[in-house]
């Protein structure tokens, strides 16, 4: 298989496609290798257009997914990310978002709360030279105080239940953006930290499989 054309396609027909017109976020999906970040039984599926199994869910443990790569496009560009940007990641997975992120911003911190996956993703990133990565393990619900404030927070996934606190490991004019619900009910939101209040609007729909550890709690029926 041909990747590089395989890449150079998805950038053309499922990317540009979706509204995505920010250069440099269109040459970060040009470049990073998408199979890399596959498991090798799905490598040959690693163009297609549609989330893709990463990790098969065991012990209690959900499946984890790469997102397509449509809909992570326009979550990125809508993060209005620059290159002095210190940026985090929620869900970082096998590291692909990262990358693409290592391509737009100053530095990134990709948390992670499998300990395999992110000992993989940052096995991987350090092999591929994505030298201003840092791959954290912890709570993805907690974000990650140590490094806080950042200049953009991006989940990549969807959440049921959206954790407030993390707003305030924003930088004063950050970004925040994130997923909310579930299924085609979803909708992509951009919250925007100004001082003490933070602004939000709905941008647009997106469904994408959800991240672990963001589910309603169940409700109490008589």
């Keep these: 298989m041909d990747y590089a054309q395989a890449r150079a396609k998805m950038v053309d027909c499922q990317i540009r496609t979706m509204d995505v017109t920010q250069h440099a976020v269109l040459a970060a999906f040009s470049e990073v290798p998408r199979e890399a970040f596959v498991p090798a039984k799905f490598v040959q599926l690693a163009y297609i257009d549609d989330d893709l199994l990463v990790k098969e869910g065991k012990d209690g443990a959900p499946d984890r997914f790469m997102m397509e790569a449509g809909q992570h496009a326009r979550l990125v560009q809508l993060a209005e990310i620059t290159p002095n940007d210190v940026v985090l990641e929620i869900g970082c997975a096998t590291g692909y978002g990262a990358a693409i992120l290592s391509r737009l911003a100053g530095s990134v911190v990709a948390l992670e709360s499998d300990p395999e996956l992110a000992e993989e993703a940052s096995a991987k990133l350090a092999e591929l030279g994505f030298d201003n990565v840092a791959v954290v393990q912890g709570d993805l619900a907690a974000g990650y105080q140590d490094e806080a404030?950042?200049?953009?927070?991006?989940?990549?996934?969807?959440?049921?239940?959206?954790?407030?606190?993390?707003?305030?490991?924003?930088?004063?004019?950050?970004?925040?953006?994130?997923?909310?619900?579930?299924?085609?009910?979803?909708?992509?939101?951009?919250?925007?930290?100004?001082?003490?209040?933070?602004?939000?609007?709905?941008?647009?729909?997106?469904?994408?499989?959800?991240?672990?550890?963001?589910?309603?709690a169940p409700e109490f029926v008589f």
């Design 149 to 216: 404030p950042y200049d953009a927070i991006i989940f990549s996934g969807a959440v049921e239940v959206f954790p407030q606190a993390i707003l305030t490991q924003l930088r004063d004019g950050g970004r925040l953006v994130v997923v909310e619900g579930t299924g085609n009910a979803a909708r992509a939101k951009l919250y925007i930290r100004e001082g003490e209040f933070t602004a939000q609007r709905t941008v647009f729909n997106s469904a994408v499989k959800p991240l672990p550890g963001f589910s309603k």
